[in-house]
Structures are given as structure tokens and as C-alpha cells.
């Protein structure tokens, strides 16, 4: 069983940066996609971003370009960093790694948006 660890979350200022980080404790075999959902309560997870091997990238409608997903497939690793955040950018984000076994995820971080 792969384990993704995410790091990286905690409590950003409106206007505001930060940057998190997912590695797996091995690469899945025929990994495809990573990326983010994010969930707040009352609502159903939401994709962040996703970043495909070919390279495509996708982000929720939502993230207006104030998001950066990165990663590398190879070390099983990706990135999101969060710029200009918002107080409704509030909500735990898990990052997935989608493989030939299946989809894996993280145990989620909490972000918090406030001043």
C-alpha cells in the first residue's frame, strides 16, 4: 500500500502564500496523475488541480490562476502552490496519485485562511 504524506499546510494571511507539499513512500507502479481536491464541511470535495505525465495540467474553475501545480513523476512528488489566497481557500486538501492500482491518497492538511 502507497502512502502519500502531505506537508506544507497551516494558516496563510488573505493576499498570502503557501506551499504544499505530497511525496509517496514509493512510486506507484504506472503512475498517471497527480494532484489536489480540497474539502470544506457541507461540501463535496472539489479538484484543486491535477498534472498529467504527458504534462497537461488542470485547475478548478475557482483557483483563477492564482495556483501552481509541480511534481515529478518519477520521485512521485507534487506541488501546489497557493498564491493570493482567500478566506474561502479554507478547507483541508488532499493530493492523489492515480496509478495502475488505482487512486491513493493523502491523509489530507488543513489550510486556513485568516487574518
Known amino acids: 500500500q502507497v502512502q502519500l504524506v502531505e506537508s506544507g499546510g497551516g494558516l496563510g494571511q488573505p493576499g498570502g502564500s503557501l506551499r504544499l507539499s505530497c511525496a509517496a513512500s514509493s512510486t506507484p507502479g504506472g503512475l498517471n496523475t497527480m494532484g489536489w481536491f480540497r474539502q470544506t464541511p457541507g461540501k463535496e470535495r472539489e479538484v484543486v488541480a491535477f498534472?498529467?505525465?504527458?504534462?497537461?495540467?488542470g485547475y478548478g474553475d475557482f483557483v483563477k490562476g492564482r495556483f501552481t501545480i509541480s511534481g515529478d513523476s518519477g520521485k512521485a512528488t507534487v506541488d501546489l502552490q497557493m498564491n493570493n489566497l482567500q478566506p474561502e481557500d479554507t478547507a483541508v486538501y488532499y493530493c492523489y496519485m492515480d496509478a495502475t492500482g488505482g487512486r491513493n491518497w493523502g491523509q489530507g492538511t488543513q489550510v486556513t485562511v485568516s487574518s
Open positions: 498534472l498529467e505525465n504527458s504534462g497537461f495540467m
